[in-house]
Every structure is written in structure tokens, then in C-alpha cells.
């Protein structure tokens, strides 16, 4: 890309103003350095994939530790997840041993990458002189005119004076560019723009201060290594990857290939083209955007310096309509807009829908780039780097549009935006879906708008408050430090918890919950038959619980997020946070909590167990878990109520109130708790009045532990929710919605254009004859909602399954999934998951488990030799042969953590019969613990029956080693 001025058909994009030019300069760099470390970041993977030296069909490389596994690549998704991460240490172990790291062969390509990248970087410039044969400015200037009002116009926009001018003879038009590099830039003037010097001294001058803008807002070097970066990496990795990879697709579709991963990679090949062809429209996209918005700013940098706006007066051309279509694909805005950009100081402040959906869908491929490198991505590094490039742009974005543009800036469209492109990156991506084209459950997917809306609308809002409150340098530097960063760990919170829970939930893995359910139900004894309703929510939810609290940066971030609006309003108590009416409707909620409880603590008084010993463990959890739904509801429900009922500040205030019931909702189950057995038909436990503050508190701690940071979250959700159903029956109905209210210019430190700007005050909440009734309605809604759920939870329903004695459907299916792999269909599928298996540890571990048996055997040879006692019976050495079994117990269980063998049948005969070689070795070992036992006056009987337990084993293992050898050799 070429920077060029208002007389040429190139320009880059900003406010008018220095202190705009500089927010924007800003946001578009951290863009570039986002758009940039996706290429770097795809790199790695399509230069891996592009030198692999065959399609990957043999089992002796690293995917046949995939085959070994028991992954089919025409089975589902889930099923390959399942079954390749249930032997986790087997597989680490198997990929440790392969030959080659895939990941490191990229890495190092892409080192060479970014080194050519650079060399070309490097000889741009004088590539360009050369195909242009450029002349210096001496050749055109005898009078020495032009060289004096050019240096003058450079010391206007203050740039070093080592910057060359040359002209370009060839070219006609009337404008310019500059490129080069840092301490060699060039400003090439076009030869028909010395020409308009003479007609049009003002235009000649607007088009040089214009290139000179470039200069001052670095821009060049920004466009010139992203066009390096980017023209190597399609030469050096993009079209290698997609040759390569289409030339397997090809030899798929024609029926030539002999790999068993076809036709089940046909998904995943064609996913892997489609991430690379979007990559290529999300560049192209991404920086034309990019490079317009810096045009722009550009131009209202020369405007600033002095050019007149006049200049900009061109006509579109013929081709303006054409041109208009395609705006979205050119670098360069056109003329009407460059005008209506310098007419308008809040055009390029306000908050642009492409933006945000293009960086939405870089930061998602970025996420899933990086998986390639393991040990970060275990470590959640990709959604630390990710975040620390998405979560500044989306700050500033909104910094700049809040403190600069005149409407109103809720930040809900931006996040919005955001999320959208998260979540269509992850499905371009495949991460979710792995060979299926869509996830098992997409509406999970839905999340990820929550995740980009939710630090956005905190964000804006709390940088409009503290715009209205803050106003020294220094104050408001350190609250926006703090927003920062609040952003920015709200951002990564959501990554993460998607990429820990979310995603594998998308992937239909709600089988995984009923690990959940078993660890419940053996924690808490007793008859959860009669509490189905409550386990099955319990479960569901408890992942995304305890992957939430567990981090405490999330925490604090959620602490902040109430504490630093209040602090604010403490400052500058005018601010428009209404505090006095959002703590009444807080107390309205928290009363609403303690109704709420009352109505559970009934229903579940009117069914617990007669004793008090019956009550603890199953009946103790539900107890438990009511108390937390409670307070979350609660929370959540007076969020939504308040956001939907709020015009300004409606996530901050709805915050609040939230953090009103939370802290009223521990209050109550504090007084409840320690009260009970007081409380009559609403006593939960205790049948006799008794004060135990005690008890009280170990509860209260357990309900915080699992709800500080989830309720806050919940309840922005919540109010997000409630906010945008209130404002949609407004517009549905004609009445106004978000006031866009007018900032005052107070906050800006000061104007850099003449432009007229009107402070406006902004308007207050809706009356409280308006909140109230949606506050009490929305209570209400709640008290009936928690009783019908609570009437139901204690109702003792006939045909419940009683998951305290046996498994549920479910769990059954799940555990047999875990154990036994199911049996691929496709014959070349199964005769290479058996050859992988054999030579990737299984034959190995056949060998060592005979090794042993057969050391045992030798022995009892040697002592079969011997001559027998006075009793006739032969006497052992215990220690010796309490060894040996002791060796063939050790290798079964080791070969039962090995893959189990990819065929439910074999491997229901393969772990059976390893089993019993654990039994029957450590029977052995336990027949020769008693002295007289190697006597042979006791025990002899165990010892031989678990000799012989141990033949029959091992003949076992190798009748399925013969079935797996025929396998692998079919006739």
C-alpha cells in the first residue's frame, strides 16, 4: 500500500486534530500488530502442513499416536475428543517418541519467513526508485522555489529534515506518496501536482501536508512492513498450504487416495482451505479499513497545519458509483467521504460495526493458531495474547468514541460486533466442530457475543462516567489505566472459560457432567432420587462455577467493576449513577431474595427426612445449591430489571443494585441459617430454637466461595439481556430508546478544530413511576418462578432414576465410551488403528507382560527339579516368586494404562483379561506373604490357582494379539 495525498488517489484515515489523529493512530496500530501476529501466528501451522513430506498416512509419524488412540476420522467430533484424551499420559508419551515436533518445524519456517519478510521490507524503497526511475527535485527546480517551500511546509509538520523529495516524470496526476523506512523516507511528487502548483498553490500545499502527516503518524512504516509481511507470507506459505492441501483433497475426491484418514478429513481439509481463503479476505479487509481510517487522519492532521479544506473539492470521477460498491475492498476513501470526514469532527470517533467484527474474527483465528504450540496454549498463554491485542483496541475505540463523539456511546454495539465475529471466527476455525460441519450444540456459540458485550458496555460506560468526573490529567489517566485493565481481564476471562468449558459444551460434551454427578453423589450421600431436578442443574452449572472462581485476576476484575464506578460517583457525585434510587431498587431486590428464600426453605421443609442424621449429605447439598440459585436469580433478575428500566449507565447501575442483593442475599441465609430451627414451617434442619451464628457463617462461605465472582458476571449478562428486550419493545412501539445525549466539550482537554460544539446536559434516569412497576413485576416474576421451582424440587415423582444406587443412562453410555472405544467402520480405518497401535506401544507392552510370565515359569522349572520334602511337596523361596508375580501384576497394570485397543470387542477381551493377570499376580504375591505357605503346608492352593489364572490370562492377550496381527494383514 502507498500513502498519498488529497490531489492523488491514495490517503489513510483520522479525526481532525492532533489528540484525535492520536487516538486513532493508536487503535489502528494495535490492529495492525493483531492482524500481523495472526499471519505470523497461521503461519506455523500452514508451513508445517506445507513441508510435511507426504500426506501423513503412515502410522509412524505423529498422528499415528491419533490412530493408536482409537480416533476415526469418520467418527464424531465428541467421540474422537473422547476417546483421545481419555489415556492423556499414553498419548503425551506416544508424541513424545515421534520423530519430529510438527510444531517447531513450523516455528522455525516462520522464523525464515519473517526474515525474508524483512529483507523485503528493507529493499522496498529502492525496488520502487528503480521500476519508477524517480528523479531528485534538482532536476525540476532552477529557480530553487520549489526546495524552499517544501523545506518550509516539512518544518511545519516538524518531520527530520533527512526526508528526500523526488519526482515521478511518468505519472500525470496531481497528487503524491511516500514510502521508504525509518531514517530513508522518500515523498515522491507526482508530475502532474507541479503543474497544479502553479494553478493551485493552496491544493499543492494540502497535498504535501497530507504526505507529511503520513510522516508524522508513522504510518508508512506501518503500511509498508504489513505489505512485506503479507506478500511473503502468501508467496512463502499460503499458496504452498493451499496447493498442498488441495492436491490431497483432489487425490481424496478422485478416489485415489490409500489414506486411512479418507474420506473423514474431507471436513477438516475443507475447513483448513476456508480458514486460509478468509484469512486472506480478513487481511485485505482489515487493512483497507485500516488504511482508510489512517487517510483520513491524515487529512485533518494537514487541515490542522494549515492546509484548506478546499483542497479536497475533487470531483469523484467517472467511475464513483463502481467505486462505491466496492468501498469496503479499497485502501483509500473517496472524495465525498474525506469531506464529510473534515466536516464532521465525530465521524471517525464513533465506533465503526467492520471494525469490531473484523477484530472479533481475528482475535478468534488467533486463539486457535496458537493451539499449535502446546505448552503455551496449556497454560492459557493463547488467550492471554489474544486478549492483551483485542481488549486495547476495543478500549480505545471506545475511550475515543466516548470522550470525542457527540451521540451517545453505549458500547453495546461494539461488543456486540465483537462477539459476532468471535464467534464466526470459531466457526470458520473449527475449533468446535473438529470434522462436522456444525457443532453439536450451536447455541452455545450464543456466548460469545456476551463475552465481546459485556467488558464493551462496562468499558464505555465507565469511561463516560469518568469523563464527567474526573478532571485532572493524572486522575483520569489512572482511572483509564484501570479500565484498561479491567477490559482487558474481563475479555480474557471469557476466552478462557470458552476455551475450558464453553467449547467443549458447543462440542455436545454434556456427557462430561456426569463425572460431576458421580463426585456429587458419593460426596453428599443419599436418596438424590428424590432430587433429580436440583442434580441435574447442579451439574450443569457447577463447570462453569468453578472455572470462573477459580482465577483470582477475574475476581478482582469483578470487584473493580462495581468499586470503580463508586468511587467515581464518591468524586463527582452529579454524574448521572442515580445511586440514592439504585440502592432502593437493590433493597427491592434483596427483599424479593429473602421472600424467595422464604418459599424454598418451606418447600423444603415440607419435605426433608425425619431424622436430623437424614438430612445431612444429599438433602444438605440441595439446601446448599437453593441458597446459591436464589441469590444468583435474584442478582441477575434485579440487573435486568434496573438495566432495562435505566437510560444512562444502566450496566453500572444495574451492577450495583445487583451487588445490593448479593450482599442483603448472604445477610438473609446468615439469619436463616443461624436462626434455624426459629423459623417453623421455614426450619430446614433444626426442630428445636436455637442461636448458632456458626453455622450461619460455614455456610455463608461456602455460598461466597462458589458465587462472588459469577454472580457479577451473571448479572451483567442479565442486565445486557434486559436491557436489550425493554429497548426492543420501545422501538417495536415507537417510543424512544438509548437518549443520545450530547457530551459536554468539557471533557475534551481542547478543541483542535474550529468546528461549533454545543454542550448539552445529559438527561436522567426514567421517572421512578416508571422503574418501580417493572422492578416489582420483575421481583414478582421471580418469588413465582422459585416457588413452582422449588414445589417441583420435592415433589416424589414415580419413575425417577435413583442415581445414589445405579448410573443413569447417560453415565452408563458415557463410562462405556471412556473404556471401550467404539469400533470404526471403515475396514482400511481399523487395519491401520491396528497396526498403530501394535507398533506404537502395544506389541511393547504384549512382550514385556510374557517376559515376566515366562521369567515365573523358568522359575517353577527350577523348582519342579528339586527333590520334594518329607510331606512330598516342594518348598519355594517366597521372596523370589513373590517377586515374579509382583512383576506380572506391575506390567498388567501398565499395559492398562496404554491405549486400549481401538475395537470395542478386543477391547472389552483386552482389559478383562488384564485384569484378572492384576488379580491373579497379587493373589500370588499374597499366597507367599505367610512362611508356611512357601512351605507349602498352607496356601498352596491360591498359589497355584493364580498361576494358572495368569496362563489363562496370557493366553487371552495372545488370542487378541492374533486378531489384531490378521487385522493388519487382511486377505
Not at 463 to 470: M, N, P
Not at 869 to 892: H, M, P, W, Y
Request: proline share 5%; with cysteine.
Amino acid at each position: 500500500m502507498e500513502p498519498a495525498g488529497p490531489g492523488g488517489d491514495r490517503a489513510d484515515t483520522a479525526a481532525p486534530g492532533t489528540g484525535r489523529a492520536s487516538g486513532g493512530r493508536a487503535e489502528t496500530g494495535l490492529r495492525f500488530a493483531l492482524l500481523m501476529t495472526v499471519v505470523t501466528a497461521a503461519s506455523i501451522t500452514m508451513l508445517d502442513n506445507a513441508l510435511a513430506p507426504t500426506p501423513n498416512d503412515t502410522p509412524g509419524d505423529a498422528l499415528g499416536c491419533l490412530l493408536a488412540a482409537g480416533i476415526d476420522p469418520d467418527g464424531k467430533n465428541l467421540t474422537n475428543t473422547l476417546v483421545g484424551t481419555s489415556r492423556p499420559e499414553a498419548l503425551r508419551e506416544c508424541l513424545s517418541g515421534a520423530p519430529e515436533v510438527a510444531y517447531w518445524k513450523g516455528m522455525v519456517a516462520t522464523a525464515v519467513l519473517l526474515a525474508v519478510a524483512a529483507l523485503v521490507f528493507w529493499w522496498l524503497p529502492r525496488w520502487r526508485e528503480r521500476w519508477h526511475r524517480t528523479l531528485p527535485i534538482a532536476t525540476v527546480d532552477r529557480d530553487g522555489g520549489l526546495a524552499a517551500e517544501l523545506a518550509e511546509l516539512r518544518e511545519i509538520a516538524g518531520i527530520d529534515p533527512r526526508v528526500r523529495f523526488r519526482v515521478d516524470p511518468a505519472r500525470t496526476t496531481a497528487g503524491a506518496v511516500v514510502y521508504g523506512r525509518a531514517g530513508l523516507y522518500t515523498v515522491c511528487l507526482h508530475n502532474g501536482l507541479l503543474v497544479r502548483r502553479g494553478t493551485d498553490p493552496e491544493g499543492f500545499r494540502a497535498v504535501v501536508l497530507h504526505e507529511l502527516a503520513h510522516l508524522r503518524n508513522r504510518d508508512v512504516d506501518v503500511a509498508w512492513s504489513s505489505t512485506a509481511l503479507w506478500r511473503v507470507f502468501v508467496l512463502l506459505a499460503l499458496l504452498p498450504f493451499l496447493f498442498s492441501t488441495g492436491r490431497i483433497l483432489v487425490t481424496g475426491l478422485s478416489g485415489r487416495s490409500t489414506s486411512p484418514f479418507w474420506p473423514g478429513a474431507a471436513s477438516l481439509l475443507t475447513y483448513s482451505l476456508l480458514s486460509g481463503l478468509v484469512l486472506v479476505a480478513l487481511v485485505h479487509l482489515t487493512r483497507a479499513d485500516l488504511l482508510r481510517r489512517r487517510e483520513l487522519h491524515a487529512d485533518a492532521q494537514a487541515v490542522a497545519w494549515g492546509a484548506l479544506p478546499a483542497g479536497w473539492n475533487q470531483p469523484e470521477g467517472p467511475r464513483a458509483r463502481l467505486r462505491r460498491v466496492g468501498h469496503l475492498l479499497r485502501t483509500h476513501p473517496g472524495w465525498a467521504e474525506r469531506r464529510a470526514a473534515l466536516g464532521d469532527p465525530d465521524r471517525l470517533s464513533a465506533v465503526g460495526a467492520p471494525q469490531m467484527f473484523l477484530t472479533g474474527v481475528a482475535g478468534s483465528l488467533l486463539v486457535n493458531a496458537l493451539e499449535v504450540i502446546p505448552r503455551p496454549a496449556e497454560l492459557g498463554g493463547n488467550a492471554w495474547l489474544t486478549a492483551a491485542l483485542v481488549a486495547p483496541v476495543l478500549w480505545l475505540v471506545l475511550r475515543r468514541s466516548v470522550l470525542r463523539a457527540t451521540r451517545e456511546e453505549s458500547g453495546l454495539r461494539a461488543g456486540l460486533w465483537l462477539g459476532c465475529g468471535l464467534m464466526v471466527g470459531e466457526w470458520v476455525s473449527g475449533g468446535s466442530s473438529g470434522n462436522e460441519w456444525v457443532t453439536a450444540e450451536p447455541a452455545y456459540l450464543l456466548a460469545l457475543p456476551l463475552v465481546g458485550a459485556v467488558p464493551a458496555v462496562w468499558s464505555a460506560q465507565s469511561s463516560r462516567l469518568e469523563a464527567a468526573a474526573l478532571r485532572g490529567r493524572v486522575p483520569r489517566a489512572l482511572a483509564g489505566l484501570l479500565n484498561g485493565l479491567v477490559t482487558l481481564v474481563l475479555l480474557w476471562g471469557g476466552l478462557r472459560w470458552w476455551q475450558a468449558s464453553g467449547r467443549f459444551q458447543a462440542m455436545g460434551m454434556t456427557t462430561e457432567l456426569d463425572g460431576v454427578r458421580t463426585f456429587v453423589t458419593q460426596k453428599y450421600p443419599g436418596p438424590w432420587q428424590d432430587y433429580a431436578w436440583e442434580l441435574s442443574t447442579a451439574t450443569a452449572a457447577l463447570p462453569t462455577l468453578v472455572e470462573l472462581n477459580k482465577s483470582t485476576l477475574l475476581s478482582v476484575a469483578a470487584v473493580l467493576m462495581v468499586l470503580l464506578p463508586l468511587c467515581l460517583h464518591a468524586r463527582h457525585p452529579g454524574s448521572g449513577l442515580r445511586v440514592r434510587r439504585t440502592l432502593a431498587a437493590g433493597a427491592a431486590g434483596g427483599l424479593l431474595c429473602w421472600a424467595a428464600f422464604a418459599v424454598a426453605s418451606y418447600a423444603l421443609h415440607s419435605g426433608r427426612p425425619g431424622t436430623l442424621e437424614e438430612r445431612t449429605g444429599a438433602f444438605q447439598y440441595v439446601q446448599l445449591w437453593w441458597l446459591l440459585l436464589t441469590v444468583t436469580a435474584a442478582c441477575a433478575t434485579t440487573a435486568a430489571c434496573v438495566a432495562g428500566a435505566s437510560r444512562q449507565h444502566w450496566l453500572l447501575r444495574a451492577l450495583l443494585a445487583s451487588q445490593v442483593v448479593q450482599l442483603l442475599g448472604y445477610a438473609g441465609i446468615f439469619l436463616a441459617v443461624s436462626a434455624d430451627g426459629c423459623l417453623g414451617p421455614m426450619d430446614v434442619y433444626g426442630s428445636h430454637c436455637h442461636w448458632l451464628p456458626a453455622n450461619g457463617t460455614i455456610i455463608v462461605k461456602l455460598v461466597v466461595s462458589d458465587s462472588v465472582t459469577t454472580i457479577t458476571l451473571f448479572s451483567a449478562c442479565g442486565a445486557l439481556v434486559g436491557a436489550g428486550v425493554v429497548r426492543g419493545v420501545r422501538r417495536w412501539y415507537g417510543k424512544p430508546g438509548i437518549s443520545r445525549a450530547r457530551t459536554p466539550r468539557a471533557l475534551t482537554r481542547r478543541a483542535r478544530t474550529p468546528v461549533a460544539r454545543t454542550p448539552v446536559a445529559a438527561p436522567g434516569v426514567v421517572p421512578a413511576t416508571r422503574s418501580w412497576p417493572a422492578l416489582v413485576s420483575g421481583g414478582l416474576a421471580l418469588a413465582v418462578s422459585l416457588t413452582l421451582l422449588a414445589s417441583t424440587a420435592v415433589l416424589h415423582a414415580d419413575g425417577r432414576p435413583d442415581t445414589s444406587s445405579a448410573p443413569s443412562a447417560e453415565t452408563r453410555k458415557f463410562l462405556e465410551l471412556m473404556d471401550t472405544p467404539p469400533t470404526a467402520r471403515a475396514a482400511k480405518v481399523r487395519e491401520w488403528q491396528a497396526l498403530a497401535w501394535l507398533t506404537k506401544g502395544g506389541l511393547t507392552r504384549i512382550e514385556r507382560i510374557s517376559g515376566a510370565f515366562l521369567a515365573l515359569g523358568d522359575a517353577l522349572r527350577e523348582a519342579g527339579d528339586q527333590k520334594p520334602g518329607a510331606n512330598g511337596k516342594i518348598r519355594l523361596d517366597s521372596k523370589k516368586f513373590s517377586r515374579l508375580c509382583s512383576d506380572v501384576a506391575k506390567e498388567a497394570r501398565a499395559a492398562q494404562a496404554y491405549f486400549r485397543v481401538p475395537d470395542t470387542d478386543l477391547q472389552k477381551k483386552w482389559s478383562g483379561a488384564l485384569q484378572r493377570l492384576d488379580r491373579s499376580g497379587r493373589s500370588c504375591v499374597s499366597a507367599l506373604a505367610d512362611d508356611t505357605a512357601a512351605a507349602g503346608e498352607k496356601g498352596g492352593d491360591v498359589f497355584l490357582l493364580s498361576i494358572d489364572g495368569m496362563a489363562a490370562a496370557v493366553g487371552e492377550l495372545t488370542l487378541v494379539l492374533q486378531e489384531l496381527y490378521a487385522r493388519t494383514a487382511p486377505s
